[in-house]
């Protein structure tokens, strides 16, 4: 839905309802080839280690809500909040443990921005840029977990909570007719405020950042001419 509400204000969202059922058939099995000592290899096969079905649902209300405002026919500034959703699901690569095929949860995310796009000079420079905060709860994070006999075993937990921010700026510009030149900066910090991986070790990620670059650059310079 979008109402202009004044000349220059306009408020705009959307709702979303999602219903998700998920399934799956797991069966791993493995065979260990011996050297029979005349060259050749004997198979010996190890009864099967992983055979179950597990079944998850989930549901969730999402959506999103931004004001905008436009001084200028070249210029728009927006405040927005959206609620993100994604299911959970299984660990397909499962490979020594029935465990590890246990469901992890749906993650969700609340998704603050403020932001301004603008166009300059007859559209020669644009000029666009974001802040953003962004609260993670429940986060699919894929961990491991040595086990002295079964080797690695590997897992998705949902992290309690996670904060994700920054800054992104992207800027382009077309001093001359055919050559363009674009810059875009991406800003980010982001760590895990609660994760502690109950898994009977007592390891805490709490603290510790997400695999995502603090740091982003990407630019472009090109011409064109017949």
């Known amino acids: 839905v979008r109402w202009p509400v004044f000349e220059n204000v306009t ?6 309802y999602t219903s998700e059922d998920k399934e799956i058939d797991a069966d791993a099995n493995v ?3 011996f050297p029979d000592g005349l060259g ?3 198979p010996f096969d190890i009864p099967t280690i992983v055979d179950a079905h597990v079944e998850t649902d989930a549901d969730d209300v999402t959506g999103r809500a931004a004001i905008e405002w436009t001084p200028t ?3 728009m500034l927006y405040a927005s909040y959206g609620r993100g959703f994604k299911s959970g699901g299984f660990n397909s690569q499962a490979f020594a ?4 095929l246990t469901p992890y949860g749906p993650e ?16 020669r420079l644009t000029v666009n840029a974001a802040l953003f905060h962004q609260e993670i709860k429940d986060l699919q994070s894929l961990i491991v977990i040595d086990d002295p006999l079964l080797g690695p075993l590997f897992f998705v937990r949902n992290a309690a909570e996670a904060t ?3 800054l992104e700026i992207d800027i382009k510009a077309r001093p001359v007719e055919g050559l363009d030149i674009a810059l875009g900066i991406g800003l980010v910090d982001a760590e895990f405020d609660s994760f502690p991986f109950n898994d009977g070790t007592g390891r805490d990620a709490t603290g510790n950042q ?3 670059p603090s740091l982003t650059l990407n630019g472009l310079i090109q011409y064109e001419f017949p």
Do not use: H, Y
């Open 11 to 16: 408020l705009n969202g959307g709702i979303r």
């Open 31 to 33: 065979r260990i080839f």
């Open 40 to 42: 050749g290899e004997v």
């Open 73 to 75: 026919e070249d210029m």
């Open 97 to 100: 443990t029935p465990a590890e």
């Open 108 to 123: 969700t995310i609340d998704a603050f921005e403020i932001g301004i796009k603008s166009s300059w000079f007859d559209s």
């Open 164 to 166: 994700n921010q920054g």
């Open 210 to 212: 997400l695999p995502t």
